[in-house]
């Protein structure tokens, strides 16, 4: 409110510049420059919300004198007009220069503009006919309707364009952001999570194979397998909500050596070893080992697993199950590897061999 009076006060001044002595002629400071004092308050009070308004307000004080100008020009080759005006100036056409700009800046449609400027166009057209209808006057006319109108309108439409592009650019970025982020989520729950509940359904399978328990016991971890099963396949359902089919996985490993890995698969009681060859230890090889860990705890429960680690070369292979797998294929630990695996420049095959399974990544030298 404070800036909008300000700037009243300060078009009041430049009104009154342009008009009749209010000390010689008070009558006539009354009937042509309050009425334009108040027309612009108008405009300052609609100019923030709607300046497109305010530029229709503001028109009885556009570039209609061509008595001063950004330029004079000589058309005496043309006509007898010697001082042409070009772009006509006048105390208002700074405020007009802004309002027009604003309209540009924070107008979204564009067809209220074009009407206001073919008002303008029209109002023009009827004080160079009025004045005489010369050449000069023409020229002093369509230069002064382009600098204080068009030109300033353009600009504004210009920064408005702009500042969409930029304001997109943002929202993908975050957008892009979030997408990374629930990939990630995403990979440590597969990692992670799918990883622990696999091995769990493991430890229950044992259970339920071991000697000497009571049948309701054998039953209890019978629920327990399937239990653990089932919430693999809820996890599997959610990791395919939060996988992005267009994010990379990225290639650092968890933080656990592969020693570690096997380790605890054996405790959890599975049949697995590890062959770990002289040389070192492939950035991928945690991920490849853990995959294949995984997938043989569930689909292959009780079989034994075989883990081979060269340079050049990741195995992992089981045997035939010694019990039934609930678990159903189609997850998405297979296809985020071997995404993993062509980005560095590996090939990864995963198929029956024999009465089991294997999978096996080689590497680049």
Same mark, same amino acid.
């Given at each position: 409110?404070v800036?909008?009076?300000l700037?009243w006060?300060?078009?009041?001044?430049f009104?009154?510049?342009?008009?009749?002595?209010?000390?010689?002629d008070?009558a006539?400071?009354?009937?042509?420059?309050?009425?334009?004092?108040?027309?612009?308050?108008?405009?300052v009070?609609?100019g923030?919300p709607?300046?497109?308004l305010?530029?229709v307000?503001?028109?009885?004080?556009g570039?209609w004198?061509f008595?001063?100008?950004?330029a004079t020009?000589?058309?005496?080759?043309?006509?007898?007009?010697?001082?042409?005006?070009?772009?006509?100036?006048?105390?208002?056409?700074?405020?007009?220069v802004w309002?027009?700009?604003?309209?540009?800046?924070r107008?979204?449609?564009?067809?209220?503009?074009?009407?206001?400027?073919?008002?303008?166009?029209?109002?023009?057209?009827?004080?160079?006919?009025?004045?005489?209808?010369?050449l000069?006057?023409?020229v002093?006319m369509?230069?002064g309707?382009?600098?204080t109108?068009?030109?300033?309108?353009?600009?504004?439409?210009?920064?408005?364009?702009?500042l969409?592009?930029?304001l997109?650019?943002?929202r993908?970025a975050? !957008?892009q952001?979030?997408? *990374?982020?629930r990939a990630?989520i995403?990979?440590?729950?597969?990692? /992670?999570? +799918?990883?622990? &509940? =696999?091995l769990i359904?493991?430890?229950a399978?044992?259970?339920?194979?071991?000697?000497g328990?009571a049948?309701?016991q054998?039953?209890?971890a019978g629920?327990?397998?399937?239990?653990?099963?089932?919430a693999t396949?809820r996890l599997?359902?959610?990791?395919?909500?939060?996988?992005?089919?267009?994010?990379?996985?990225?290639?650092v490993?968890?933080?656990e050596?592969?020693?570690?890995?096997?380790r605890?698969?054996?405790?959890?009681?599975?049949?697995?070893?590890?062959?770990?060859?002289?040389?070192?230890?492939?950035e991928?090889?945690?991920?490849v080992?853990q995959?294949?860990?995984t997938?043989?705890?569930?689909?292959?429960?009780?079989?034994l697993?075989?883990?081979v680690?060269?340079? !050049?070369?990741?195995s992992v *292979?089981?045997?035939?199950?010694?019990?039934r797998?609930?678990?159903? /294929?189609? +997850?998405?630990? &297979? =296809?985020?590897?071997?995404?993993?695996?062509?980005?560095a420049?590996g090939v990864?095959s995963?198929?029956?061999?024999?009465?089991?399974?294997?999978?096996t990544v080689?590497?680049?030298?």
């Amino acid at each position: 409110m404070v800036y909008d009076l300000l700037l009243w006060v300060v078009l009041g001044v430049f009104i009154a510049a342009m008009g009749p002595d209010p000390v010689k002629d008070p009558a006539a400071f009354a009937l042509v420059t309050v009425p334009r004092i108040v027309l612009g308050g108008l405009a300052v009070l609609v100019g923030r919300p709607y300046p497109l308004l305010a530029l229709v307000l503001v028109l009885p004080l556009g570039p209609w004198r061509f008595t001063d100008g950004f330029a004079t020009v000589d058309l005496s080759r043309l006509a007898p007009q010697r001082n042409v005006k070009i772009v006509p100036l006048l105390a208002t056409s700074p405020f007009i220069v802004w309002y027009a700009y604003l309209t540009g800046r924070r107008l979204a449609r564009v067809w209220p503009a074009l009407l206001v400027f073919c008002l303008i166009g029209v109002v023009g057209v009827a004080v160079v006919l009025a004045q005489g209808g010369d050449l000069g006057l023409w020229v002093s006319m369509v230069t002064g309707v382009i600098g204080t109108y068009l030109v300033p309108y353009l600009f504004g439409l210009l920064r408005r364009r702009l500042l969409q592009q930029r304001l997109q650019a943002r929202r993908s970025a975050e !957008e892009q952001a979030r997408l *990374r982020e629930r990939a990630r989520i995403a990979r440590d729950m597969h990692d /992670s999570l +799918g990883h622990d &509940l =696999a091995l769990i359904a493991v430890r229950a399978a044992g259970l339920e194979m071991a000697p000497g328990l009571a049948p309701e016991q054998v039953g209890a971890a019978g629920e327990l397998r399937i239990a653990a099963a089932d919430a693999t396949e809820r996890l599997r359902q959610i990791i395919g909500l939060l996988r992005e089919d267009a994010d990379a996985a990225p290639l650092v490993p968890v933080n656990e050596n592969l020693a570690e890995l096997v380790r605890r698969a054996a405790a959890s009681g599975m049949e697995v070893t590890l062959d770990l060859a002289p040389g070192p230890v492939p950035e991928l090889a945690h991920a490849v080992v853990q995959e294949g860990l995984t997938n043989a705890a569930k689909h292959a429960p009780g079989a034994l697993v075989e883990v081979v680690v060269a340079p !050049e070369r990741i195995s992992v *292979r089981n045997g035939p199950p010694r019990s039934r797998s609930t678990v159903r /294929s189609g +997850g998405m630990g &297979l =296809a985020g590897l071997r995404e993993r695996v062509r980005l560095a420049g590996g090939v990864l095959s995963a198929g029956p061999v024999g009465d089991g399974f294997e999978l096996t990544v080689t590497l680049p030298p």
